[in-house]
């Protein structure tokens, strides 16, 4: 009886901890949104060709062909490990964002680029990014430069 009890009240604490882990529905849809946008760990990048390719795959030129949009290529772990660091200060005045140093590819629409033919100028590089987290654990939400 007693180690019933006991069995009941571990089950009741694990399930306790995995709801609290759990980000809301609305952060998660964010974090997929940022993975969908800003994460090719596999990536080299670098090229024009990449930039054009990637945009389209990664749906970012369905209805309008987005200006500018980074890719960063490190493992997702890295990534989730700058929400860790200082909170600065977001572009919006939010202090819910963080800095760190990433090899990425920046994709910058050049003017002759034309929905859904959307063209692209790569420029790659490692640089230091602004990106804001939100969650508990804390999860990237949006690129801010
Ligand atoms: P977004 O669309 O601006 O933000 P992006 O990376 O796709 O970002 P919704 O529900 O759509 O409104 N947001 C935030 N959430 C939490 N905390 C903070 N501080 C915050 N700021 C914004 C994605 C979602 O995050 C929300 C925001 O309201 C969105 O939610 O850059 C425009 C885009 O270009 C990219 C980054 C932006 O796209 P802009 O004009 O703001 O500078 N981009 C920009 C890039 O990829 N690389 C770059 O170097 C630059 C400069």
């Known amino acids: 009886m007693a180690l ?19 980000p809301s529905y609305g952060q998660d849809r ?7 946008q800003h994460v090719d760990p596999e990536g080299t990048g670098g090229n024009d060709a990449y930039c054009n390719l990637m945009m389209q795959r990664r749906k970012m030129t369905v209805r309008q062909c987005k200006h500018v949009n980074t890719f960063i290529h490190e493992d997702i772990w890295n990534i989730r490990s700058i929400c860790s660091t200082t909170n600065i200060q977001c572009k919006n005045g939010k202090m819910n964002c963080h800095e ?6 920046d994709c910058r629409e050049t003017g002759s680029s034309r929905t ?15 990106i804001a ?3 508990n654990p804390e999860m990237p939400v949006h690129f801010d430069r």
């Open 30 to 36: 964010m974090y997929q949104r940022f993975l969908r």
């Open 116 to 130: 859904p033919n959307c063209r692209y100028r790569a420029l790659a590089s490692t640089r230091r990014v602004v």
């Open 133 to 135: 987290c939100e969650g």
């Open 100 to 105: 760190g140093v990433v090899k990425v590819t």
């Open 4 to 22: 019933q009890r006991i069995h009941a009240l571990l089950l009741l604490l694990l399930l306790t901890m995995l709801v609290l882990v759990q």
